[in-house]
């Protein structure tokens, strides 16, 4: 199924979209059924590229939002949780980053010769993969559903 190509046909995305944007963390919206969900997913998406389009056509090439919207900085996902499915909009950000180096003022490092899998498995204290097969659940397709 296409979607619309007109920005009028989203205002219920932009709305949610907005949403997001304004609060800390962003939003979840839920839905009945994973189809639901799914659909709305992807009009969010249109709805963004349709922003970008628009910004593409109003900014000048050296304006920070020319071919860009600000929705790129949220990030769309698909949970089921309790028989609902919820749709959460969050911004896309790294918590504790950590110290930002630039190579060119690192030292150059020495690394010891890389090991190999046969090594790797004599260092590992920790339990083999048949170990960990054998005490996991198996999860059918159906369960995500």
Known sequence: MSLPTSRGAFGDCYKVLDAALDDEKGVRVEFRTHENANYFRMRLHQARAINRKDNADTYDRDHP????????????????INGSYWLYIEKNRVEDLGTIEPLSEVPTIEYDEPLQLQDMREADDGPTYEEVASETPKISRRSFR
């Open 65 to 80: 939002l020319y071919n860009a919207s600000p929705y790129d900085q949220l990030v769309v996902r698909l949970h089921a």
